[in-house]
């Protein structure tokens, strides 16, 4: 059974630096083209990916959040961490990790998601 | 701004047939993937690339593309389809993953 559940703080101040913690069972990171995404939602908003870290380590970021944003991988502990720096009231979100797999046929697919984190920044 | 935009509501009778669209110009090169949100809580992958659907997810979910846009068709919709609903794939330097802007389908 696949399960992933995200932790951090519920406040974080204006240019704080926030750290969400990703934690996972039912699968393994070392398993090719198995990965970890973390995707935010703002209260009434759209989603919105924010970085991905695949089996083999490689990291990728939201254009936008790039300067911001880093994700890592502890697979011993079978948790993913994302920090991101800087802080602002517009950051306010629910912020979800999700398993993501790659398929050459399919791209990539968000197959499983945690609860869900929401995270407000304000003073 | 997202790469990918979709309506942003839909309404459909119990019963009918409803389309949802996702338009983008990476979606000539990749395939779209659906999620289905309802209030409070986390989404759902409901169908991707081939008419490929998580176990428990019913047949009445298909997907067809042209060109630029992806469409997310359900056939017969019923009370528990209205949600939000929103596409995935990756932006046209095929690095990044964006989401469309969702779309709100009402069932009447």
């Known amino acids: 059974q696949v399960t992933l559940r995200e932790s951090g703080p519920a406040l974080v101040k204006p240019t704080q630096t926030l750290t969400l913690t990703c934690t996972f069972s039912?699968?393994?990171?070392?398993?090719?083209?198995?990965?970890v995404s973390w995707i935010r939602q703002p209260p009434g908003k759209a989603l919105e990916w924010l970085a991905r870290?695949?089996?083999?380590?490689?990291?990728y970021y939201s254009t936008s959040l790039k300067t911001r944003l880093t994700i890592s991988k502890d697979t011993s502990k079978n948790q993913v961490v994302l920090t991101m720096t800087n802080m602002d009231p517009v950051d306010t979100a629910t912020y979800y990790c999700?398993?993501?797999?790659?398929?050459?046929?399919?791209?990539?697919?968000?197959?499983?998601w945690g609860q869900g984190a929401l995270v407000t920044v304000s003073s | 701004s997202s790469e990918l935009t979709q309506d942003p509501a839909v309404s459909v009778a119990l019963g009918q047939t409803v389309r949802i669209t996702c338009q983008g110009d990476?979606?000539?090169?990749?395939?779209a993937t659906w999620y289905q949100q309802k209030p409070g809580q986390a989404p759902v992958l409901v169908i991707y690339?081939?008419?490929n659907r998580p176990s428990g997810i019913p047949d009445r979910f298909s997907v067809s593309n042209a060109g630029n846009t992806a469409s997310l068709t359900i056939t017969g919709a019923q009370a528990e389809d209205e949600a939000d609903y929103y596409c995935?794939?990756?932006?046209?330097?095929?690095?990044?993953?964006?989401f469309g802007g969702g779309t709100k389908l009402t069932v009447l």
């Open positions: 999700a398993r993501t797999r790659r398929g050459y046929s399919f791209g990539f697919v968000f197959d499983y």
């Open positions: 039912g699968f393994s990171l070392n398993t090719n083209d198995i990965c």
């Open positions: 870290i695949d089996w083999d380590d490689d990291k």
């Open positions: 990476s979606l000539r090169s990749y395939y």
């Open positions: 690339a081939g008419n």
């Open positions: 995935n794939s990756r932006d046209s330097s095929g690095n990044q993953l964006v």
